[in-house]
């Protein structure tokens, strides 16, 4: 399972020109699922990213995780994480089909929410835009 976690002021995603899912402070997590996760590799990888301590203490260190500050996170489902770039025509095959990709991707969720914190997301498949008020920046990559 991959990640990328960018911590935001704010973040949204649409589906045809309507809010499908948006939050405020926290983190924009786009989150692509390979043919060999299970749901111990979802489990680790929510531990991971709703421990991330990428948020400033008041001596503006990064200190402070997701629970210190309040935070939600927005989740988009995003395949083209695994994306084999050995020719200018990235190819996809690397990346889980649907039928194991969608479970994952919903216990990743479900798991964050176990944790206290307040999910939304995007619709896996869909065609999606994306919009981040990036903070820092703060991006971190994530494998598990």
Do not use: W
């Not at 939050?23 to 996760?37: K, R, S, T, Y």
């Not at 997701?66 to 988009?76: S, T």
């Not at 176990?114 to 498949?125: D, I, L, Q, T, Y």
């Amino acid at each position: 399972m991959r990640a990328v976690v960018t911590r935001v002021l704010n973040a949204r995603v649409e589906i045809g020109g309507v809010v499908n899912g948006a939050i405020d402070q926290g983190l924009c997590v786009l989150l692509g699922v390979g043919p060999e996760d299970t749901e111990a590799t979802a489990d680790k990888m929510a531990d991971k990213v709703c421990g991330l301590r990428i948020f400033e203490d008041e001596n503006e260190k990064m200190n402070l995780n997701l629970a210190a500050v309040g935070g939600a996170l927005l989740v988009v489902s995003q395949f083209t994480l695994y994306a084999d770039t050995s020719s200018r025509r990235p190819g996809f095959s690397h990346a889980a089909k649907p039928d194991l990709a969608v479970p994952l991707y919903e216990r990743f969720m479900d798991q964050c929410r176990a944790k206290g914190f307040r999910v939304e997301h995007g619709e896996f498949g869909a065609d999606m835009q994306v919009f981040s008020q990036n903070d820092g920046p703060v991006t971190i990559l994530l494998e598990v």
